[in-house]
């Protein structure tokens, strides 16, 4: 697709164990590298997640805030949403028809 802006980032709400990997994602060296591998690969980072990151809890209000529960989560810019995996077609529908 062009022009459309993806915002990832690791989750630290849908459990224990996902707020651990998030924060060892964070806290890693290169968090981008980092969230790919693990993305990816399943590759969590071996870090102790005892880092100071702000963006962790900033992420789990912004999900609250937006009423996020799982993931995938797509927002448009008009504020209607898709919760769950979508086809490519119909994200592209979806972005055509908002004004």
Same mark, same amino acid.
């Given at each position: 697709?062009?022009?459309? =802006?993806?915002?990832? /980032?690791? &989750? @630290?709400?849908?459990?224990? $164990?996902?707020? !651990?990997?998030? !924060?060892? &994602?964070?806290? @890693?060296?290169?968090?981008?590298?980092?969230? /790919?591998? =693990?993305?990816?690969?399943?590759?969590v980072p071996k870090n102790n997640g005892e880092c100071k990151? $702000?963006?962790?809890e900033e992420n789990v209000e912004l999900a609250r805030k937006?009423? &996020? #529960?799982? =993931?995938? @989560?797509?927002?448009?810019?008009?504020?209607? #949403?898709?919760?769950?995996? @979508?086809?490519?077609?119909?994200?592209?529908e979806r972005l055509k028809n908002i004004k």
């Amino acid at each position: 697709m062009d022009d459309v =802006t993806i915002h990832i /980032f690791p &989750v @630290a709400f849908l459990g224990p $164990e996902s707020e !651990k990997q998030a !924060k060892a &994602v964070m806290c @890693a060296k290169n968090p981008a590298d980092a969230w /790919f591998e =693990t993305l990816l690969e399943g590759k969590v980072p071996k870090n102790n997640g005892e880092c100071k990151d $702000e963006y962790i809890e900033e992420n789990v209000e912004l999900a609250r805030k937006l009423n &996020v #529960r799982g =993931t995938p @989560a797509i927002i448009f810019a008009d504020g209607s #949403r898709i919760g769950g995996f @979508a086809p490519m077609e119909v994200i592209e529908e979806r972005l055509k028809n908002i004004k």
